[in-house]
Each structure stands twice: as C-alpha cells, then as structure tokens.
C-alpha cells in the first residue's frame, strides 16, 4: 500500500465541451459530454470506469452521470467542497482510489451553466446554495456580496504593501489574453488585449478592474484518472502525478481567510507548496510551466510568491519581466487560463496542465517535464506536479 | 416548445423586421408655448431659451425652443393610451402579442438613443415614422431568456426637414422567476417590496450579536466564559479551550482600517454605490468586516484611525458602520 | 448666465450632486407633460395590478430631468445633440433619485457627459449627453 501520492496515479483521458456563454443544454448534457470525451481520449470503453468525483457546487449527481454515459459498476464516488478550491481535490480523491486500488479508472467532471444559469460572479446574494449562510452573513449586510470584493480586499492590501499596481495587474491579463488567441476554444480568441483596453475596462471592486476578473462560462470539462501501469496500455501519453494534495490553512475560510496576521499572503498555498515539493522532490527551479488559478489578477502575484518563483513582493517585478510568456522564465496558463479561456472553475487549467505535458498546448514551450497547477485562491485549495511517465 | 414551433415562432418573428409599425405619426399640437410650460414645470426646468422671449434671445438660439428631450412628447398618443392595447393597433403590438401568446411575457425597456437635429421651433408640427429595425437572437438575460426588439423613429417637420432619430430597445422575456421584478410589468401579482440590504439569519449562533446590536446600541465581542479569549465572527465553541459557554464584552467602537475595497459592480438593490467595504481591527484585537460611510474616497488610507457608528436603515435594521475617527 | 467651454472641462470631472425627491405629483405631472397617458404612470392602482408597489416615472421625465441637470451645470448655451440611456429599475414616489454626472471626454466643442440616478431600487438610468458648448 502506498504511503504517498507520488507518482501513483496520471491523468490518461482529458475532455471538455465547447465553451459559451448560453449552452442551450443542461448541465447534465455537458457533464456527460465532457465525461464521454475524456473516456475516449484514454481509449477505454466506459464499462471500465468505477469511479467518479465532482464538485459539491455541481448539479450532476454521479449516479446521473453513470447512467447517461454507460459507467456500470461503481466501488467509488466522491464531492469536494468549495468552489474552484475543489479542482485539485477532485485529482486528489481520484489518486487515493486509484493508488489504493478501491477504483480502476476515476473520471473526474465539472459541468455548470455558469453564464447563462447561476452565475457565480452574482455573488452570494441570490439563491444560497452554501449550507454556510451564517458565513456568509457577517459580509452580505455589508456590501460584501462578490468574490470579486472579497478578493479586492486581500489584493489591495497586498499591493499597498508590495507596491503592486495596476499595470502589474495589466501584464498578468494581457499575457494570457495573448496566449487565447492561438487558442480557438477560448471564449476570448479573436480578441487580443491593449494596456489601454485594460485600463480603459470599468473598475468593479477596486484594485480590480474588469479584466482583472475571469468570465462566467458554460461548459463541462472531464479528466480520467488511473494508475501509470494502467496508463501505458491507453492511447494517450499520461501525465505522471509527481505530487498532489488538498490544503487548507489554520484559520482557514472560504473566501473571507480576514482573520490572518498577513492578509499580504496566501498560506494555504504556501502549505500546498511545502507538501508537494516535499511529495515529489522537486523545487521552483525545476518547474517547467504552469497553471495557477486565475480567477483574478493578483492571485497570479501572491502564487508565484507563494509557490517560491520569486521572494515576496517581488512578483511585481517577475511579471513585467515576461516571464510568464511562452519564452518566458514560466509560461503559465498558456491556453489562456480562466481570464482568457473559459471558466471552469479550474477543472480547464488542469486540463491544459496535462496537454503541456503531451506537448499538446496550443501553445507549447519546449522541454517541459514539469507542470505546476493550482486550484482556487482565497479558499481551502490544493496543488499538483504533473511529469512525464 | 417544440423545435418545429420554435422555428415557426422565429420565422414569423424575423418577418416584422423592417416593417413600418403602421403609418406616419402626425403630432396633435404643433410645438407651443402652453406644453413647454407644463414640461418645463413638471421637470423643474428652468431655462431661459424655453421659456420666454426675452431670455432666450440672451441665449444661442435667438428665439423660444422646445427642450430636445421633449421630442418624443410631440407625437405621443396621449390620452387614447389610458385604455391599453388588448386589441393590437398596430404591427409593434401584434408583435408583442405574438411572443407574449408564446410565453414571453415580460417585457422590459432597456436602452434608448435619441440624437437632435436640431432644436425645435414654436409652430413646428412634428412628423414621427416607426420602424421595427431590430430583433436579436434568442439571449439569455438576468430577467429570463427572450428578443431584444429595436425600433428606430425619425422625426421630421411639416416640410420634411429632419428634425432628429430615436431608437428604442426593449427586452421580451420569459420571466426567469415567478417573483414580479421591479421593472417588469404585466400579471396580476404579489406586490413587490422596495429593497433593503441583505439581512443575516437570525441563528442560534449569530442572532445574539444582532440583537444586541440592534437593543443595546454596541458592538459585541463573543468572549469565552472559561478562558476569556475573544472571538469574532461569532462561533460555538472556543478555538483555546474547547469551552463552549460564553458572554459577550461591548467592544470600544475605536477601530482601524486593516484593508477595503471600493465596490463599484454589481450592483445590487438595497444598497448604495459606490461602497466602502472595509476590514477593521477593533481595539480590543478582533477584526470584523464593515463598510465606511462620512468618508470621500481620497480620504481612505489603510491604517486610519476609525469609529463605530450604530446605522439605522429606514427598514429598522441595525448595523455598525464606521466613519472616521473624530 | 454663461455657459462651460469643452477645454474648460477635465474628463472624470463631477458634475455637482442632484438628490431629486420624487413625489406623486412629480411622476403624474411628468407623465401628463409628455403625454404619456399609459396607467401606470399616473394611476396607483394600476401600477399595483402589476406587481409594483406604486405608480413609477416615465422615460421621458427621467430624460426631462437629467437634461435639466446636465444644462443647469453646463449653462443655457449647450446644446443637447444625443443621448443614450440605459434603462434600470423603477422611480417611485417616495424614492430619493441621487443623481451623479462627470465628464467623460472632450473633443473640440463636444463633451460626452454620464449622468446616473439611483434610488433605493438601484440604478434607475445611466445616460450618456452629448453636447456642443461654445468654442
Ligand atoms: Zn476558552
């Protein structure tokens, strides 16, 4: 039995839908498209697959899924809690089942009409769907409706401390922005992005300005999940787990972590990186690209310090740098990431995560081993290192 | 609906576009003195150039003109409208008819665009052509799904002189929510509610705090009955000692700014924008969420010395804001 | 009374606040000057068979009114030559409508004015005046 995650599991199979912004279908319908075409990417039959994970936020119960798609006999399901946090979670239960052989084959899906159904960037006034409505009572009354507001308050105070400001902002959106338009599956392919375009888009919660923040899309996206033994027998090159893992820090909240000594800092992340630098024996230095969870700009910032590609509050400079370019020291979210691509609440990061490891990205550096990927910023979270098999 | 009906539906839909909504318009008065007036007084206008012969020759315009807003008001139906349009009168409401019939029930105006010639002259008689210019894609919208419809007017004068254009845009929907929205009309309906913000749940473990809040004027700091430490936001069990018995202390209400936001968008009813949200640290050591009124946006530096106010909206609620530090 | 010149006019520069109290007679009496007989617009209880709480303003006295505001600022040579509106929610008896303006841009003699109204509902209109002011 294995006593870690390293190198027990890979992601075999990868699908997605077509993103937009109105489906015209259900949730359901792009879940189990999404599900479908990952079975098929790996080259199995769905008979195979004995397991599924999700989102607590989906709509698509398992069972649903199963039976739409063919899944026969299931020995493993599992949800994970907190929105875009979760993304990595879903790999993570699905590499303890696979590793600890409670599961052969583990799909992993998000589907969600996040545009045209319950938009998250709504915020939590509308229909609750958090059992933490208490929680989310001590912000509501105050205006403190949005994530982009609570966000807002911890990137404000990170960039009065850094010296951060919104050009640095500007290079995280318009590089991904630029990596959409090789990306014909992006909702933002065909529209590059200006300085002036960024300045120019209204403020919503400040320091964030529109295209500070990422979209609202619909879409499924689906990952399969197996062992690398398993792996060398479908069609797909796998991408080796190095290292994954959850994280959730000492007063930890979703979205509202306010009660921290340094609200300049992501801890959470800083316990993600600890684990799975330690799990795969792997630093920074050795990570070839990435995919860092871009729900907004300055997540971007406080990750790169968080995961230990620059010191703290140097971000600023390592961004103006170009580094997060194709060329760059770090290519990151290369098929435009949640700004720019779609937002999948992350599950599409992980996605292209896989692809730079096939060498498959619409916009593939050379010599990547390494992939980092994040899950969401600001909530219980988690990381993964992907290598070659 | 079927995707046969759907189509038979668009098919029909697409035919009104381009079509004159029915003859030219000719306004009931030419422009005059009297209907300027009563705008003019209904709108608390008080332009010179409107209103008297005197004034306006001190302005550009030389002589009397009519506001440029009321262009439209020229060609209204007027009194004929009290009675409604059950029966369509002209193709825009056998249009709305049409998708009203087939469940599109809300309708909603959204934009308008009116550009101005010119200004119009006392003894012009305004001349109004309707067009159906417009009608979108099946969207999705916050209201519900449903067409944009836009239609485009030109005014001109007695003698064909182009006195200026107006499009109007309005939304016909299937209402996402049985609620009534605040701008959607049509049904006989539960009345709706002018907006508040966003009031907590009064639970087991948070309604204390408000209603002492609210009774006794304070800011309450939970404090555990074992150990003594504070805790904010208010939960069931002491993160020190595990003691779940607790009292409360009256926080000071001197505060400073940790970190805020200026929230801008959304926005949503019940509250007013744009909002300084904040997170302060209270003196005792807690920090809580609040938002920061009395205060001009450049006045706002992170650090500065603030106190608690006890807000009463014109609902009654009762919540601490701060304001600046006297 | 003079009027503003466009290079006298910085962009983001505010107009000075209107807080518009909105009364019965202020909604009726806009609806009649425009003739614009439509119920709702003067009759409570038609606007209650609708689901609102009261009868609500017309477009044409909210354009009325922010006109006024933005002439009354700019001064009587100004002349109005578009204005787009975005419509929001309702203005109601008893409703406040804080009404907010600031230059948006200038060029030559033209001057792009925004001008918002909200009210307890929300936002009310947000306009977009294009003038033309002396050179
Ligand atoms: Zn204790």
Request: with cysteine.
């Amino acid at each position: 039995m294995p006593t870690t995650l390293h190198n027990e599991a890979a992601i075999a199979g990868i699908g997605q839908t077509a993103y937009s912004k109105n489906s015209g279908v259900s949730e359901l319908q792009l879940a189990t498209e999404a599900v479908r075409a990952a079975i098929d990417d790996a080259g199995i039959h769905p008979s195979e697959v004995d397991g599924l994970v999700t989102y607590t936020m989906d709509s698509s119960d398992e069972v649903e899924v199963a039976r739409t798609v063919g899944i026969g006999d299931m020995t493993y399901w599992s949800q994970v809690n907190y929105g875009g946090g979760a993304a990595v979670g879903l790999i993570t239960h699905a590499a303890m089942a696979v590793a600890t052989g409670q599961a052969k084959n583990v799909v992993v899906y998000r589907a969600l009409n996040g545009r045209s159904g319950q938009r998250m960037g709504q915020g939590v006034s509308g229909n609750i769907i958090s059992s933490d409505l208490i929680h989310w009572s001590w912000y509501m009354p105050f205006g403190l409706l949005t994530p982009a507001s609570w966000i807002a308050l911890q990137a404000n105070l990170y960039m009065e401390k850094y010296g951060a400001t919104s050009e640095h902002l500007a290079h995280v959106a318009i590089t991904q922005r630029m990596h959409a338009q090789n990306n014909p599956n992006a909702a933002m392919y065909g529209k590059p992005m200006t300085m002036d375009d960024y300045m120019n888009s209204r403020m919503v919660c400040e320091p964030l300005r529109l295209f500070d923040c990422c979209q609202e899309d619909d879409g499924g996206v689906a990952l399969l999940i197996t062992t690398p033994e398993r792996a060398k027998d479908m069609k797909q090159k796998p991408a080796v787990m190095r290292a994954v893992t959850q994280a959730s820090f000492e007063g930890q909240e979703q979205m509202t972590s306010f009660y921290r000594d340094d609200l300049a800092a992501l801890p959470e992340m800083e316990l993600a990186a600890k684990i799975v630098y330690e799990m795969s024996g792997l630093g920074p230095k050795d990570i070839d690209a990435s995919c860092l969870y871009d729900a907004f700009t300055p997540e971007i910032l406080m990750q790169l310090e968080a995961f230990g590609f620059c010191g703290k509050g140097e971000a600023k400079d390592f961004v103006t740098a170009d580094s997060l370019t194709i060329g760059g020291a770090l290519p990151n979210n290369t098929h435009g990431g949640l700004l720019s691509e779609a937002y999948m609440h992350g599950v599409n990061n992980i996605a292209e995560g896989v692809r730079l490891i096939r060498g498959e990205s619409c916009n593939q550096p050379e010599n990547v081993e390494h992939v980092l990927v994040t899950s969401g910023v600001g909530v219980p979270t988690g990381a993964v290192i992907f290598g070659q098999a | 609906m079927s995707d046969e009906k759907k189509q038979a539906l668009e098919a029909e839909i697409r035919s009104y576009v381009g079509k004159p909504i029915g003859p030219e318009v000719i306004g009931r008065d030419p422009v005059n003195e009297p209907m300027i007036r009563q705008w003019c007084d209904a709108m608390g206008e008080s332009h010179p150039a409107y209103l008297d012969v005197d004034g306006a020759k001190g302005t550009v315009h030389g002589e009397i003109v009519a506001p440029p807003t009321m262009l439209q008001a020229w060609v209204m139906e007027g009194w004929d409208m009290h009675e409604g349009y059950d029966e369509p009168k002209n193709e825009q409401h056998r249009l709305h008819k049409l998708l009203a019939d087939n469940g599109y029930t809300g309708v909603l105006g959204t934009n308008t665009e009116e550009n101005y010639t010119r200004y119009l002259k006392l003894g012009e008689t305004v001349k109004a052509l309707t067009v159906i210019d417009e009608i979108s894609e099946e969207k999705a919208t916050g209201a519900g799904i449903g067409y944009f419809i836009t239609t485009k007017t030109a005014f001109e004068n007695q003698d064909g002189e182009e006195l200026g254009s107006m499009s109007f845009r309005v939304l016909r929907f299937k209402p996402a929510n049985p609620q009534p929205t605040a701008s959607a009309a049509g049904g006989e309906e539960a009345v709706a509610q002018k907006p508040s913000r966003i009031k907590p749940p009064m639970g087991h473990d948070n309604g204390w705090w408000w209603e002492r809040v609210a009774d006794d004027g304070v800011i309450p700091i939970q404090r555990c009955t074992s150990c003594e430490k504070l805790r904010h936001p208010p939960r069931p069990m002491c993160d020190g000692c595990g003691h779940q018995g607790f009292d409360s202390i009256d926080a000071s209400g001197k505060a400073t700014l940790t970190t805020y936001t200026v929230v801008h968008y959304p926005q949503f009813p019940g509250y007013e924008y744009p909002i300084i949200s904040i997170i302060v640290d209270l003196e005792e050591g807690e920090r809580m969420a609040s938002s920061l009124i009395d205060c001009e946006r450049e006045d706002v530096k992170i650090g500065m010395a603030l106190e608690a106010v006890i807000h009463e909206d014109d609902d009654g609620f009762k919540i601490p804001l701060f304001k600046p530090a006297s | 009374m003079t009027t503003l010149k466009a290079n006298e006019l910085e962009t983001g520069q505010a107009l000075p606040d209107l807080d518009f109290k909105t009364t019965t007679t202020v909604v009726a009496g806009g609806a009649i000057a425009s003739r614009d007989y439509t119920p709702v617009h003067h009759d409570k209880a038609a606007a209650i068979s609708q689901g609102l709480p009261d009868m609500f303003m017309n477009i044409l006295t909210t354009q009325g009114i922010c006109s006024r505001y933005v002439t009354d600022w700019a001064g009587p040579d100004a002349i109005v030559t578009r204005v787009k509106t975005k419509l929001g929610g309702p203005n109601m008896p008893g409703d406040t409508l804080k009404i907010r303006g600031k230059v948006l841009s200038t060029d030559g003699d033209a001057a792009e004015i925004e001008v918002t109204g909200n009210n307890a509902w929300g936002n009310h209109v947000t306009a977009t005046f294009s003038l033309r002011l002396p050179a």
